[in-house]
């Protein structure tokens, strides 16, 4: 009663320049607060309506007003109240309504109208007058709850919360199941409350239910919700539920609290069904994935010198054009050129165009041949070269016809033209190839690996998973560090970081069996839709592919030289082409950019809300493509058609760098 009586009093004050304006004395005006909120905090609309008791007694009928229609936010109606003021003799009557908006910006309300009628005079068969008055339209903004503070474990929650955790059975048996409910009481809106992460070691937990109570009558919406799970004891003897801590961020102190339930004491009684490790009701079998002993090495996602390679297999059929037609279009430059008389002449135009060397520069003994080495011709074409241009030269002071030495420098050119520069491409791609699994690793990288190992070999699986995604955080791009951090998390109960481990070292290296292995285990497919993963590297492929392509087109560019005709070169550029496509078909899927790994079984949601309709419940080591980013929500594809909006805070990307 006193909130009703402070919010009239406010709206006489805020309405009181509106009424002077006003012939009939009636107010109308429309307010928000706060002004500003954070996202999931209560914002109320409230429009107060003043009528002096003169007008009031002359209204045959009730007035009508139409709020604003509230747009990308949830509104509930609070109750209307109802304020007399005996000394200024007016009622005022106020609507409220709770909006909750669930991203950050700001938003706008439209003006509200408000129709009444009066009649013209005393007379019962009087006409009306319609009267119509508009209040103006409102604005708030809305941001994020800070970062600074914010647990990592925080889901969202927003309000003022208590949290009790009951069950129906205080002496349950093992294997029979029995229902844990945790019930969070409070100011704020219930149906935005997240399903808190539940984890028991003596028994299997399986998720159920929601339900939400909505409280408007106080000032403040309120209300409960309540969380059930199916809880299956694994052992007997007296056992304890560990207590629930839920974060919620309280907008009153503007800080994030931690909502913590008492541990609840259970007492399990011995059942038809014989108590079994952990390990074993969970996984099904005791075997332990295997670790690698020792660092593999960074593994090179991509050809060094792309950007060159690419530029350069597009420049691989110039030549050949060139030579095509080239001689249509100059003809008569073509036909002025004459072949050189003197085989000197033949001897340094040859090697000048076919190997950029000049006879001029190479006059010392032995250096046009060691010259002609480093172009990829052979010790004993070289030493003929050399011999031949010594040869030239004494021809040159001689009066006897040349005739023998121009057909041995034809003899020995033609050798030079092939065997020069043949294997410049192969090194190249060799040494590309070579580089990319050039082991690596630092001192750091090795003893986080180093401390993995030992804690894997000690059955300290939790310590063993966090040794190795620190080593994975200094080694990216090494596939053993991800592959133990796999193992690791698998025997921790880590699903979700298991499958990300296992399929990072399968994209690093997509022949691991081991990997592949124990990814078929996983509830979640991994064999099918974004999370396939086919055993063939993408970088030998794509060698293998450039190879092809220069080869076939430096072959077809010899024989256009040579005014041939021939379709053999055919044989390798299109083998070439399929290799250079699947090669990078290939690498854009073991890339993953768009590819994540979903980490809690949260249903996916129509609207990127946590009050939106939910929709199908994915399984925790999941993989899926994002579609589209909007804040902290990720719209999800994943196997089978699904599709819907999931919090970016629960998954795990799936990138290599």
Known sequence: MRVATAIAALALLTVATADAQNPDGVGFRASVAPDTVYVGQQVTYTLSVRIPTAVRQRLRRNPEFVPPEPRAMLAYDLPLSRVGDASEDVEVHTFRRALFVLTPGRYSLGSARLTYALPQSASFFSREDDRTLRADGVHFVAINPPSRGRPSDWLGAVGQWRAELRSDQLAPRVGDPFVLTLRLEGSGNATLLPRPPLSIPWADVVAQDERVRLDSTPALFGGAKEFSWLVTPREDGPQTVPAVTYPVFDPAQRR?????????????????????????????????????????????????????????????????????????????????????????????????????????????????????????????????????????????????????????????????????????????????????????????????????????????????????????????????????????????????????????????????????????????????????????????????????????????????????????????????????????????????????????PTPLRALPALGADPGAMPITGEVGRVVERRGVWLRINLDGGREGWYPAERVLSLARD
């Open 256 to 600: 994030y609290v931690a909502v913590r339930t008492a541990p609840l004491a259970v007492s399990v009684r011995a059942g038809a069904l014989v108590a079994v490790p952990p390990r074993a009701a969970a996984r099904g079998d005791t075997a332990s994935p295997p670790i690698r002993p020792s660092l593999a090495g960074s593994r090179s996602p991509r050809l060094p010198f792309a950007v060159f390679l690419t530029w350069l297999a597009l420049l691989a059929p110039l030549p050949w054009l060139l030579w095509r037609v080239a001689p249509q279009l100059i003809p008569r430059r073509r036909a002025r050129t004459e072949p050189p008389r003197t085989a000197r002449a033949m001897l340094e135009r040859t090697l000048l165009a076919r190997t950029g060397l000049a006879l001029a520069e190479h006059t010392d003994p032995g250096a046009l041949a060691s010259a002609l080495r480093r172009e990829g011709v052979t010790e004993e074409t070289a030493r003929e070269v050399e011999a031949l241009r010594d040869a030239c030269d004494a021809q040159g002071y001689s009066r006897k016809p040349g005739g023998d030495v121009l057909d041995k420098a034809k003899l020995v050119l033609a050798k030079v033209d092939a065997e020069a520069r043949r294997r410049v491409l192969t090194l190249l791609l060799l040494a590309a190839a070579l580089g990319a699994c050039a082991p690596g690793g630092d001192i750091e990288t090795l003893q986080a690996f180093t401390d993995g190992r030992t804690a894997y070999v000690g059955a300290d699986y939790a310590r063993a998973r966090d040794a190795f995604r620190t080593a994975a955080e200094r080694s990216p791009r090494d596939p053993a560090v991800w592959h133990n951090l796999g193992a690791a998390a698998w025997q921790a109960h880590d699903t979700a970081t298991a499958v990300l481990g296992w399929q990072r070292a399968l994209r690093l290296d997509p022949r691991n069996g081991d990997a592949r292995e124990w990814l078929a285990r996983v509830p979640a497919p991994q064999h099918r839709g974004a999370a396939r993963v086919l055993p063939v590297p993408a970088l030998p492929v794509l060698a293998m592919g450039l190879l092809l392509w220069f080869a076939g087109w430096g072959w077809a560019g010899a024989a256009a030289r040579r005014r041939r005709r021939t379709r053999w070169p055919l044989l390798l550029v299109l083998p070439g082409a399929a290799c250079i496509a699947f090669g990078a078909w290939q690498d854009a899927t073991l890339e993953a950019r768009d590819l994540v790994v979903l980490a809690s």
